[in-house]
């Protein structure tokens, strides 16, 4: 799952994760987005967690956008 946000955010939303879901979601990587201050960053977690980890950036970080979820 894919998720944008501005590249100074990046340790607020590894944190919002980690208490939201711990150990069960991987950082893929952190890709810097053409001609803006975002990043988008990619998560791999199980199916159970993607409610969690949303809600989660939801409340610490309002202006995240989320990409399309696609099974692994």
């Known amino acids: 799952m894919p998720i944008k946000v501005d ?12 208490y ?3 150990g069960v979601v991987r950082f893929l990587s952190v890709q810097p987005v053409a ?4 990043v988008k960053v990619w998560l791999a ?6 409610e969690r980890v ?3 950036v939801m409340r610490t ?3 995240a ?7 692994v």
Do not use: D, H, W, Y
């Not at 590249?7 to 980690?18: M, N, R, S």
């Not at 977690?45 to 993607?50: D, F, S, V």
């Open 54 to 56: 949303m809600t989660a």
């Open 61 to 63: 970080l309002p202006k």
């Open 20 to 22: 939201a879901c711990g």
């Open 35 to 38: 001609r803006s201050n975002s």
């Open 45 to 50: 977690m199980p199916r159970p967690a993607i």
């Open 7 to 18: 590249a100074g955010l990046v340790t607020p939303l590894q944190q919002a994760v980690k």
């Open 65 to 71: 956008e989320f990409g399309c979820i696609t099974p």
